[in-house]
């Protein structure tokens, strides 16, 4: 099997460790790594039942686990519980209530926080106000906004009702947020007028408008005033969110759900053009969320906590929304970039707010690295206590310079592999462990995983595989949203019995697992996932091309990029105008995200008899390694 990342590079660093410091351990929630891993294997159902009792439940639980009708698991089987009445309602009363819940920057230096109680009123006012409208338990709501605090906002009113948020990263272009807006048929759509980006604004009403077009569905549109720049205004169909707001009542009920009953639906990309919905339900995904967020971080509960990744992808949702709020400690919201209006913004922000635990991603430290060392050196920032880093596996290279320069050797860094479908962390240290420069280390207690060939056999150390989970977790995919046979097929139908993650690995011999990348089909361009197939799809959309084949290709700062192999139709004449045109048609079916390095117009792909484009073949030819196995090539 190929393995992208320099298996030597890898190989060295895997014999190094870099060990947590006493005074770490000491205090550490979790002391003794290794000792904890041993002891929750021993039961890891009555591992994840005590962890669920660090919440709130309305009414207990009869069954901690059901796999009665296999892969449709159950967790904490007629429970009823609350994900944002565990992460608000139940802080009320409590020390907590005084406490930041929120802290807010944009780009341009505004500022805005909310204590626990302040977040609390402003979320029943939206709860009593989407009430009003008809929002009802199971009903959908689409959320296309920035990283402000009217995000959380949405999304814990609709889990608080009962009503299934479905974020859409404002990233997307308006025929994806279409897309997603049609699959969950959702009634209201949250929205601003723009967003900051590089000292620029993203008109994003204007997408929405644009993206409306192609849906019947939503009734209404609820729109955050956070730039204050002319937008068009439906005056039918669009409110302002202060208007929908304002005379609301302050208190609100809140809906007693099943612990089985969706939370949200997230559209992530697989291997087919179609996105897939992942859902997650209220209490087994606020059980892993907390439990991980807790250990994983070492929060004690007066921590400031700092995950860069956007509310859009699955990382927002668990670690800058619930997960803060269900630990009652302070998130932070910067929506903005981290090298405007200088390199150090960054640093500057840590160090404004006393950030005691930053959570990035290895797209931005190498990005950071681009402009030297003196920008951290610049700052001490003495709050920090933990580092993390998520979305993509990290080279050794930026594992070291953000040890080093950010965490001044002091902040042991938590690599945490996991996915949309896992809802938390799956493979990662915790502060007490001994940690490798760019391993995530092992899997998070309760978690049983394993690298293996495509029979299910484990693979020998050192050797690459396939990355499975051999046991159920509370907050895994419950189903794939109006098509369980997708889910089936995707996860459970590669490896007998066990959940296929659809990442290569390999572990080594102190039982590191080291994540190499995904299996050919799913890109990482900047740590968003993208689906090859639907790159292409967006490709053949337009009136000159016949067929498109894309692949990713290593950037040393991005990680991946998309190169496409394009044939076109006879009639067309490849030029350089029309490159141009077939990067904005891409830009206009997905969106900026999906970054095209290089087009290149071919006659033909490499196929396999049934058809299917062989990316591996297109992949090795382009970085000019070895083809590997062609036998089914035709
Ligand atoms: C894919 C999931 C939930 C995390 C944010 C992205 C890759 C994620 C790591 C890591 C190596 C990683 C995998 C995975 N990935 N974290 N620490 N080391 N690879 O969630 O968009 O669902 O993507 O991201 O390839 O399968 P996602």
């Not at 929630?29 to 994840?48: C, G, H, I, S, T």
């Not at 997708?486 to 080291?514: M, N, P």
């Not at 993208?530 to 692949?551: C, K, L």
């Amino acid at each position: 099997m190929a393995l992208d990342r320099e298996l030597t590079d890898v190989l060295s660093e895997s014999k190094k460790f870099y060990p947590p410091s006493a005074q770490l351990r000491k205090n550490a929630n979790v002391p003794d790594y290794e000792k904890m891993l041993k002891q929750a294997a021993k039961n890891p159902l009555k591992f994840w039942e005590e962890a669920a009792h660090d919440l709130h439940w309305f009414k207990d639980w009869d069954k901690t686990f059901e796999d009665k009708k296999k892969p449709f698991y159950k967790w904490f089987v007629n429970g009823k519980i609350n994900l944002a009445y565990n992460a608000l309602d139940r802080h009320m009363g409590t020390p907590v209530e005084k406490k930041l819940a929120i802290i807010f920057e944009d780009e341009t230096g505004v500022e805005r926080k909310f204590t626990y109680k302040q977040l609390y009123h402003e979320v029943n006012k939206l709860v009593n106000a989407l009430r009003g409208l008809g929002v009802r338990k199971g009903d959908r709501v689409a959320i296309y906004m920035p990283n402000i605090p009217e995000i959380a906002m949405a999304m814990l009113a609709c889990a608080k009702i009962g009503a299934m948020h479905s974020v859409v990263y404002a990233g997307f272009s308006a025929k994806a947020l279409a897309d997603r807006i049609n699959d969950a048929k959702a009634k209201v759509l949250f929205t601003a007028d723009g967003s900051f980006r590089r000292g620029k604004v993203i008109d994003l009403k204007s997408i929405v408008d644009e993206a409306l077009k192609e849906t019947k569905t939503i009734k209404k549109v609820i729109v955050t005033k956070n730039n204050k720049q002319k937008i068009k205004f439906n005056k039918r169909r669009d409110v302002w969110y202060k208007d929908f707001v304002k005379g609301q009542s302050t208190e609100a009920k809140c809906a007693q759900m099943d612990a089985e009953d969706p939370a949200f639906v997230l559209y992530t990309s697989g291997t087919t053009s179609k996105p897939k919905g992942v859902i997650h339900v209220h209490g087994g995904y606020a059980t892993g969320v907390l439990r991980t967020i807790k250990w994983v971080f070492d929060l004690k509960g007066d921590e400031v906590f700092w995950c860069t990744a956007d509310p859009g992808w699955i990382t927002g949702h668990s670690y800058i929304v619930y997960g803060p709020l269900l630990a009652g400690v302070t998130t932070l919201q910067y929506e903005g970039m981290p090298d405007i209006p200088k390199p150090d913004r960054i640093w500057k922000v840590v160090e404004k707010y006393k950030v005691n635990v930053l959570y990035t991603a290895p797209t931005l430290i190498r990005a950071m690295m681009k402009y030297g060392t003196a920008w951290p050196k610049k700052h001490k920032m003495p709050s920090l206590k933990i580092l993390g880093s998520v979305g993509e596996p990290i080279n050794p290279e930026a594992w070291k310079w953000y040890y080093t320069h950010v965490g001044k050797r002091r902040c042991p860094i938590m690599d945490t592999w996991w996915q949309t479908e896992t809802g938390m962390n799956m493979i990662t240290p915790l502060p007490s462990a001994s940690l490798k420069a760019g391993s995530a280390c092992k899997p998070f207690p309760g978690i049983i995983a394993d690298v293996v060939d495509k029979k299910g056999k484990s693979v020998p150390v050192g050797k690459g595989g396939y990355l499975i989970i051999k046991n159920q977790w509370p907050s895994m995919i419950r189903t794939i949203y109006n098509n369980p046979k997708r889910y089936i097929k995707t996860y459970w139908s590669q490896v007998k019995g066990a959940y296929f993650a659809g990442d290569v690995a390999f572990k080594d011999k102190d039982g590191y697992f080291w994540i190499q990348g995904r299996t050919d089909d799913v890109l990482k361009v900047a740590g968003h996932r993208i689906g090859t197939a639907e790159v292409e799809s967006s490709f053949v959309a337009h009136p000159s091309v016949v067929e498109a084949g894309v692949i990713g290709v290593p950037d040393p700062i991005k990680g991946e990029v998309i190169v496409a192999f394009i044939i076109l139709n006879q009639r067309a004449k490849p030029s350089d105008e029309l490159k141009q045109e077939l990067k904005m048609q891409v830009r206009k079916g997905i969106g900026p995200l999906a970054v095209i390095k290089d087009i290149k117009f071919v006659d033909k792909l490499p196929k396999t008899r049934s058809g299917k484009i062989m990316r591996r073949v297109l992949k090795a030819k382009e970085l000019g390694l070895p083809l590997g196995d062609t036998s089914s090539l035709v």
